[in-house]
């Protein structure tokens, strides 16, 4: 009886708790198969369910959708480039601060995490007039390197504490063998830190894949905004056709959702195991 | 985080030569070259140009005759202490949900880690249309439901608007925070709830003398965290009610952001250099902190 009594307790906790989560979400699909007419009377459910929002933003047949694809394929781009440049430049700072020992290696992991201890808007105003400076403003290199600059502390230090954990052991037979230290990168530390190499590959991609602000920011150009931006500019009327920006802002959200629960095992453990620790 | 300074020099075996050794060093400085490179670019030089343009003393004559700004910062403050305190209470008490070893509740953990995994601009776009006063989902179904005419103003009454923006910012950044709590609650043992139990412990005096002696550490640390990340949250803001209605809701992230999208990188940087006596404090405890766990 007692043990009925606290599944109908955790089952009162988990209702609202669902409701909660899922209600934008589910408001998100229902307006990308509603019509015009039914979405501006907030019904619950379409009268009549139909697919053809998708085929107008997949035709691009709307003011607003005119650079869809382009858009698409703009933040496509820009995070896999960000996750291979972080994934190299992580990989090589791990390696050398963890099993070469860099001199100083210790604190600029320090440094690198202080970055997470400026607001995210902060730094970003200075950093739009900096790539000013640089020439760089409205090119996808910036927005680039400014998700590079955000996800490497993160994955230096996760990459970090993976490979503080490979046995001394290795590197010591490898060196008495005569090994240098690229071979030793290349034979013993690559191999053995893959399953760490996958999640933060896949966590600084889905970082700029995800990212608004930044882009917002540091891309003005129509063709060369990522995806996240073009849904911004709905935005900029009132009667903007919010189904089908919820059409394209729905096939927007599910890459990375299905990406998130592909890897969700290895994610949760790799993104977290040094959280609490510290 | 300063204590940690430089790391012993390398321990070089004692069957490796001088060579290797020499090897070593080299390759160390070459390979935290390119971090170092993005670095310097990215974080160090913005943030000393942003310190040098924010010795303008004109700006913050500026800044201060706006009565937006005054305003701003009030705002900030109440969304700080609201949204972080919220977020937490609500987070801790979740978290003592999703530990439940059952598997129906891992499965509503993936649904509930959703809002953290999708994108925000889709989601928070949602939000807005749905608490649209007219036609909005959420007032449409009040008056099917209830009869009620003409619904709460969320987007367009100035509180209701600020509260409304709490709310999706919590939405969103909750899941991230109960999975951190959660994580904490896993590594407490388990047989000391069996021996406070077995000596008659109530529930609460379990939360009171186990789970929150072991979580304190975690949840100050979080909450500090989640602080520096809340002020830095331009997207619940700015794409649900773009600090709306009149520029009565603006955060600082948002105002910041609003001067320099206005050609007024001075009063942009001004505005930011304003929040450091409501940074800096955070910073310094949370390096403090983490300095301590590191030993």
Not at chain 2, 62 to 80: E, K, S, W
Not at chain 2, 117 to 122: C, G, N, Q, T, Y
Not at chain 2, 137 to 144: A, G, P, R, Y
Not at chain 2, 219 to 242: A, K
Request: aromatic letters at 12%; glycine letters at 6%; charged letters at 10%.
């Amino acid at each position: 009886m007692k043990k009925v009594l606290d599944e109908g307790k955790l089952i009162l906790i988990a209702i609202p708790v669902l409701i909660w989560t899922l209600l934008p979400i589910y408001h998100l699909f229902v307006l990308s198969i509603s019509t015009q007419e039914s979405m501006l009377a907030g019904r619950l459910w379409p009268e009549k369910p139909t697919l053809q929002n998708f085929q107008i933003v997949f035709n691009q047949q709307h003011y607003y959708l005119t650079n869809f694809w382009v858009q698409l394929f703009n933040s496509f781009m820009i995070a896999i480039a960000t996750g291979l440049i972080t994934l190299f430049i992580a990989t090589c700072a791990a390696f050398a601060i963890s099993r070469l020992k860099a001199p100083g290696g210790r604190s600029i992991m320090n440094f690198a995490l202080a970055t997470y201890l400026i607001p995210a808007a902060f730094l970003a105003i200075p950093m739009y007039k900096a790539m000013g400076t640089f020439g760089l403003l409205n090119t996808r290199v910036a927005l680039i390197l400014a998700m590079v600059a955000l996800a490497s502390p993160y994955a230096i230090w996760v990459l970090k504490q993976a490979s503080d954990k490979l046995p001394k052991e290795l590197d010591e037979a490898a060196i008495m063998d005569g090994a240098n230290s690229l071979q030793l990168f290349r034979l013993v530390y690559l191999p053995l830190m893959k399953p760490s190499m996958v999640v933060i590959g896949i966590y600084a991609l889905l970082l700029a894949w995800n990212e608004y602000l930044y882009a917002f920011l540091l891309l003005s150009s129509e063709r060369a905004v990522p995806l996240a931006v073009g849904l911004g500019l709905f935005l900029s009327a009132d009667d903007a056709p919010w189904n089908l920006l919820m059409t394209a802002g729905l096939i927007y959200a599910i890459p990375p959702a299905v990406i998130y629960y592909g890897f969700r095992k290895n994610m949760v453990s790799g993104l977290t195991s040094g959280a609490v620790k510290s | 985080m300063t204590t940690a300074a430089m790391a012993p020099p390398a321990t070089v075996s004692s069957n490796a030569t001088s060579g290797q050794a020499r090897d070593r060093v080299l390759w160390g400085v070459l390979m935290l070259a390119p971090y170092l490179l993005v670095f310097a670019v990215m974080v160090v030089y913005p943030v000393a140009y942003g310190l040098w343009l924010g010795l303008n003393w004109q700006s913050y004559k500026a800044l201060f005759a706006d009565p937006i700004f005054i305003r701003t910062m009030v705002n900030t403050v109440v969304f700080l202490f609201i949204a972080v305190n919220l977020k937490f209470i609500i987070a801790m008490m979740l978290s003592g949900f999703f530990v439940q070893q059952r598997a129906w509740v891992r499965i509503i953990l993936v649904l509930f880690i959703l809002p953290w995994a999708v994108p925000s601009i889709p989601t928070i776009l949602s939000f807005r249309i749905m608490l649209n006063p007219e036609n909005g989902m959420i007032n449409q179904q009040l008056f099917q439901w209830f009869g009620i005419v003409e619904g709460p103003g969320w987007l367009t009454d100035p509180t209701l608007a600020f509260a409304s923006s709490i709310l999706v910012h919590i939405w969103k950044s909750l899941p991230f925070w109960t999975l951190i709590l959660v994580t904490g609650r896993l590594a407490i043992a388990q047989d000391l709830y069996e021996a406070a139990s077995v000596d008659g412990a109530n529930k609460w005096q379990q939360f009171r003398f186990i789970t929150w002696p072991s979580l304190a550490t975690l949840y100050v640390t979080s909450t500090l965290l989640s602080m520096i990340w809340t002020l830095g949250d331009f997207n619940s803001v700015y794409l649900l009610t773009g600090g709306g209605p009149g520029d009565l809701n603006h955060v600082l992230a948002t105002l910041g952001i609003r001067y320099m999208r206005n050609n007024n990188l001075d009063l942009g940087i001004a505005s930011i250099i304003c929040a450091m006596p409501l940074i800096l404090p955070m910073v310094w405890f949370m390096v403090k902190r983490l300095s301590k766990g590191a030993e």
